[in-house]
């Protein structure tokens, strides 16, 4: 799969993002396939932007030898017998994107800073040669949008390209235009003209007149794409701005200031015939009226004293959709209403006071009932006027943070990248609802946003502050199941719509992220406040919060994840000393002589059990009597989450068993339950299993390899939720993804009462409870599922028959153990 292949650019390894370059450009040269192409594009052009010098250099030199040295190549056989250069452009420069054109403008700009600041001079003069070979005319659908993006690099300070032959090259483009558009002809337009506006000579050139009518005259028929109208706006910006600097513009900026003005009366017209309901339905008109606003919008940016108040009388309207004929609504199109909302933008944009009276207007228009692209470009807008009158917008930040639970997977992109900018230039805090919203995206289910939302967290939010998860964590727990239940955490109020407690999984995928951010210092945070402010509250003597009677309630679902958190392999530093010595012995090194190694171990043991020592006292001090009184309290209330609790505490108590008598002193039959438990899966993990074939995922897995099992499970396996799974008392045993799940299972139940449940005490076991001997006839049984001696059946001949019931045989189970 090449997207594996391409997921290694982005690697933080930096060997494996050289590695990644070079496995990508092998493939290029052995195989250009366009799929090939797209790869590259997009795996080793990013990374001429790269952080660490010499990844950027191997890029730069790919890419040298991908475009620039073929380039230069074909430049001495070119002209020789007349071949067509733009039909001989590398293969990775063809269906070139935009966002692709700029990793190569500032690989370009890399390259040449290497060669003292000059491109090679066959490559400059290939590009020369080929946009003589464009104007001879040439199809527009073989011209290469690459090669004249590339011009754009070398245009400014270069011999081998002339005035002349790019004028040639626009006028063709014109005449060829107006025959039909070809598919990218607005972006191909685009870099013609900001060729020509950066090859601009001082003096005026012979044929500038020629030029300026040519692009008047597009502009003024209101057929020209937005691409081809920005460019040569910023064409004539050049020219009168020169005007004011030389005396030779100087004739042609008046001609031009003149033009504007009849320009801006020409798109006044447009907009009042579009206002009165004529000719705006129609798909002509509606071209026509597209590129009259956007052309206003280009001309408001250049000069904001045309910004009067027909014109936004006259925009506004456009953009409301509130235009009528003999009274009847015309429905104007999204497009056309989203260039009017653009046009607004641009006009706040000059006007502070225009700002302050339509900001609400355009918050209104952010409601679902709206068309994406109106949504679209009135967040876009909303997020400039934020850079310019951040005060105006504090108060709207809700609603733009709203789009990003949107259905619209490209709206919820723009979105996060808007969002995004502004935090990232202090714009906007990262705090309160911004912050939870923010983790929310997290879970999107477009990999695409995902991914985005993740580089931006942990490469400018989190190194910004990096206790930003720390400090949050346990507010983020309950927002994202919806549950204010405690005083000191209410961010799920007013973030109800942004709640996942029906997405366990989704909710895993925020929390793992969050603690691979973390240190080993903010986890011991993080699980003290688990333990000493979510778990403690429901057995607080004074203020105590009511245990959850079911785990579908918010407070259910966030209990659960607190006691999921505790025990998965994630937060398996705050309870164990075994990552403590790797880390340190990772630290001291591999290539110490003979005469220090004893040493370091030495001090590697020493620390280890120092950190031995203060990890048991904050066990004995703060966590385990908590969860102690939690598990008293959950028994005599039946809780469902009872079982979930008793896995938590062997979890955390698992790198403390000879100490268990120590830790639970105050309960010495859960100490002697948990001891049992551990020496159990001891003994099942020792035992010899005969090798079986790979077990096919449509049949049953048998208890026997649940029980070989990692005991320590992953957050995303520990809260898989599946459907309950109805039980009666002729139905088969529950499935094994229903057993492995402390929600779903039926040994649930507090320990005093499972032997009455289905019937009178004595009744036979459930096979799910049941207890199966190992082959070979030896007297040890072995259960499924991981079970303490409280919730495991004894077989009956050790229980003692019916009258005996269950508490015996548990007796009889924790004298073993004590003897043992």
Known sequence: DIRLLGSLSADESIAVRKASIASVALLLRLCPL????????????????????????????????????PLGE??????????????????????????????????MMMAAKRSDGKLPKRFVEALGASVRQCARPLPLREWSIGLWSMLEEVASDSTAVDFSSVLDAWLCFAKLSKAGSAKGAGSLGASVLRVLTQLLPPEPPARLGELLESVCTALSGFVAPPEVIRAAMSLIDRIEASGKKFDAFAQHAKELAAWRATFLKSIQACLAEAVRGEGAAEASGGKRLEAALFALGELVLSDGRIVSEGIVTQVQTIATNTVYRQSQRVDLGAAIRGHAFAVLGKCCLRKEALAKKSVELLVVHLDPSESFIVRNNVLIVLGDVCIHYTSLVDRFVPSMT?????????????????????????????????????????????????????????????????TIFSQSFLDVVCALNGWSG???????????????????????MIYRFMLSMMSSDQKFSVCAQIVTTLLAAFVD??????????????????????????????????????RAGQEDDDAEGAGAGNANAGEKAGAADAARAVLSSILKRNMCENIVPVLVQLKSLMESMRSPFLRQLRNCLREILRDFKDDLQVMLSGDPQLAAEIAHDLQREKDDGDAPTPAKPPIECSKPVSLETLSRISRRKSLGTMMMRPAPIPIDNGAPPATDQALLD????????????????????????????SVRRPSGGSGKATVGVRRSAAEAQLPTEEAGGDEEGPRPARRRAVKRVKAA
């Open 486 to 508: 405690l005083a000191q955490f209410r961010g799920a109020e007013g973030n109800e719509e942004f709640s996942l407690l029906h997405s366990p999984a989704r909710r895993a």
């Open 74 to 107: 074909q430049s001495r056989n070119a002209g020789k017998n007349g071949e067509n250069l733009c039909l001989r452009m590398p293969a990775v420069l063809a269906g070139i994107d935009s966002e692709a054109m700029e990793y190569l403008h500032r690989g």
């Open 402 to 466: 709203s789009l990003l639970r949107d259905s619209n997977e490209l709206l919820r992109k723009q979105a996060a990248m808007t969002i995004a900018s502004l935090l990232s230039e202090d714009f906007l805090k990262l705090r309160g609802s911004i912050l939870l919203r923010f983790l929310y995206v997290l879970s999107d289910p477009s990999e695409t946003v995902r991914v985005f939302t993740e580089c931006v967290f942990s490469r400018i939010l989190h190194q910004r502050n990096n």
């Open 34 to 69: 366009p799929r090939i192409c797209e790869l590259w594009r997009q795996t080793v052009l990013p990374l001429v932007l790269d952080v660490e010098a010499s990844v950027m250099e191997r890029a730069v030199d790919e890419l040298d030898t991908a475009v620039i040295s």
């Open 541 to 578: 003597a004074e203020e105590a919060v009511q245990l959850p009677k079911t785990t579908a309630e918010p407070a259910g679902q966030t209990l659960s994840d607190g006691l999921s958190l505790l025990c998965c392999k994630e937060m398996r530093i705050c309870f164990t000393t075994q």
């Open 742 to 769: 402390p929600a779903v299972s039926s040994s649930s139940l507090p320990k005093a009462h499972r032997a009455s449940r289905g019937g009178a005490r004595g009744s036979a076991p459930s096979d799910a409870g």
